[in-house]
């Protein structure tokens, strides 16, 4: 029987968040001058552009009120552009630019290869094992 402390999952879960997402906003910064919350509003929109602001805050994980800003500094960055819904003038719909379609191309390759990098040590049944865990994670947030 082992005598060792199981995982102190919360914790190691913050940590990883941290340090992982540190490294890769420095990275993201320096080369094109966005976040990693910034990246994941232009990867949302590039698999479905014309989104409403809540269907994207609601798929990025963010409030509503955290993607106004985000999304101010992409549109000033010219990488998306604001519309006015056709079927309802209060809603305002997101649309990648050229630029931003641009932008996409250049860090999805740089993503698949982290996400590579990350995954490497492990053999397919362990990826599964991550891919499930943090696949329960968030389904399972609220009630946990």
Not at 81 to 98: F, K, P
Request: proline letters at 3%.
């Amino acid at each position: 029987m082992s005598n060792a402390r199981p995982p102190r999952v919360f914790h190691l879960l913050h940590l990883a968040h941290g340090a992982l997402f540190r490294a890769i906003d420095r990275r993201l910064r320096d080369a094109e001058g966005i976040a990693t919350a910034h990246q994941v509003i232009l990867f949302t929109l590039a698999a479905e552009d014309g989104l409403p602001s809540s269907e994207i805050a609601r798929r990025a994980g963010h409030t509503r009120s955290r993607l106004t800003g985000l999304v101010d500094k992409l549109e000033a960055e010219g990488l998306v552009e604001r519309r006015v819904s056709n079927v309802d003038g209060r809603v305002h719909l997101l649309h990648l630019t050229r630029a931003g379609r641009a932008l996409v191309a250049r860090t999805r390759s740089q993503t698949k290869h982290l996400n590579a990098a990350l995954l490497a040590p492990f053999d397919e049944r362990e990826q599964e094992t991550i891919r499930s865990f943090l696949a329960h994670v968030r389904a399972e947030a609220e009630q946990i």
